[in-house]
């Protein structure tokens, strides 16, 4: 059940010291400490209905508390909308909430005067305040996955001429089209933008939210923001998703065709492959993709492109032994003064229904430069059927000659004709 730890979180780093005095009503996501159903389902396996859905209650007292904490401050909020609290009323003295999450976010969408936030980040049980901020269908020049740490990003859309953005020339060609031809599949459509083509962070999270309580297995999400930020209701909600089993197809900046094309090529994958669970088809996914340096160049990243022929033969996957599966793992940040520094990571090598067969391992640089090596603790092994093998990869940085820089790799297991791929990048540099 829902407790009431917490207490006064600097939660503050999002907001202007002009926000934080303004009068003004400002929309804001309250994410509250306890975990969202889909966290709690996935702790608990055995939890019935019934206490799931005690515990949703729960969830949605702790909001019309806080709600109620904030009447008692003498603080009124704008009314826009009601929250319906475990005895199914409304919000204490007319109260209101825009929006209310349970399923993938805790939290609820407020307009409240920006001298309110203060008093919000103090009140206990609550994680973290953000802006509900506005999404639109293109955003030029926005920023992506940060690949070089703070500060470092790189550009993933940028053009001078109008434009509209590709996700909505997807979900254009999703609305008029005909039926996915995928057969027993049910195609869920939700819109998140207005007919300008702008919507907010609370009409995607709510997206999400009804798509998964819905019973979605794959989510197409073709739009997004700047990755990174450890306090997005979006990122939350998207890891809680897969927390829950469903794969979210998206697109960190902007608006791409891509989503699309992998959430499509997902579907067929679960389809061909029903008994096995998301992580390991997003490793299947990616470890068989076909690198596509030459066409991308330099800005290539991530395993390549999707390759479903492969994907439907493979019978294993390699993966981080303490990390999920994703595009391409970020093993993080390799410090040094100038001395040589030596860094180990675990790797599982699983087998997924192929026969008895020897297994043979290596690593390729795709970024390489003199003074930085990689090993294996094991070169060549037999995979049983059923079974998982232990390799330790380890990487050595010379840092008198190796320049400070972000380095990419692939992990290679090789099985019968068949090479899956692990692909790692890790930056180096020099300690201040």
């Not at 027993?184 to 998140?192: F, S, T």
């Not at 902007?254 to 699309?260: K, R, S």
């Not at 395993?303 to 996957?317: E, K, S």
């Not at 595009?327 to 410090?335: C, I, P, R």
Request: charge should be positive; glycine fraction near 14%; hydrophobic fraction near 40%.
């Amino acid at each position: 059940m829902p407790g009431t730890t917490g207490g006064s979180p600097a939660l503050l780093r999002h907001f202007t010291a002009a926000e934080l005095a303004s009068e003004q009503p400002v929309p804001v996501l309250v994410e509250f400490q306890d975990p969202p159903v889909a966290v709690f389902r996935a702790e608990h396996p055995q939890a019935g209905p019934g206490e799931v859905a005690t515990y949703a209650r729960a969830l949605h007292e702790s909001h019309y508390n806080l709600l109620r904490k904030l009447q008692q401050m003498g603080r009124a909020l704008p009314k826009a909308g009601s929250l319906a609290g475990a005895s199914g009323g409304s919000a204490p003295g007319g109260l209101g909430v825009g929006q209310e999450f349970v399923d993938l976010f805790n939290g609820i969408g407020l307009q409240v005067p920006g001298i309110v936030i203060r008093e919000l980040a103090r009140l206990e049980g609550v994680r973290t305040i953000t802006l509900d901020r506005p999404r639109a269908y293109l955003q030029p020049g926005t920023s992506a996955i940060p690949l070089s740490g703070p500060g470092v990003r790189r550009l993933v859309y940028r053009r001078d001429t109008p434009a509209r953005g590709e996700g909505v020339v997807v979900a254009t060609l999703d609305a008029g089209g005909p039926p996915v031809d995928l057969p027993g599949v049910l195609v869920l459509r939700y819109q998140v933008l207005d007919t300008a083509g702008f919507g907010t962070v609370g009409s995607i999270v709510g997206a999400l939210e009804d798509a998964v309580r819905s019973g979605a297995q794959v989510v197409h999400l073709p739009l997004g923001d700047a990755a990174g930020d450890p306090d997005s209701p979006e990122a939350a909600a998207v890891a809680n998703a897969l927390r829950a089993g469903v794969a979210v197809c998206g697109t960190p900046g902007g608006t791409l065709l891509t989503p699309a094309q992998v959430a499509g090529a997902w579907a067929l994958l679960r389809q061909y492959h029903p008994d096995q669970n998301v992580l390991t088809l997003q490793a299947v996914l990616t470890g068989s993709a076909r690198y596509a340096a030459r066409s991308h160049g330099a800005r290539g990243q991530g395993p390549g492109v999707p390759d479903l022929g492969r994907a439907a033969l493979t019978r294993h996957v390699v993966t981080l032994a303490d990390s999920p599966p994703s595009v391409a793992h970020h093993l993080g940040v390799m410090e040094h003064q100038g001395e040589r520094v030596v860094r180990t990571w675990r790797l599982r090598v699983l087998d997924l229904g192929g026969a008895t067969s020897p297994c043979r391992m290596g690593v390729r640089w795709l970024t390489w430069r003199p003074g930085l090596r990689a090993s294996l603790s094991r070169r060549g092994f037999l995979l049983a059927t059923g079974g998982e093998e232990v390799v330790d990869l380890t990487l050595q940085v010379d840092g008198i000659r190796l320049p400070d820089g972000e380095y990419r790799g692939l992990v290679e297991a090789s099985r019968g004709g068949l090479v899956m791929r692990l692909p790692f990048r890790i930056l180096v540099r020099r300690r201040s």
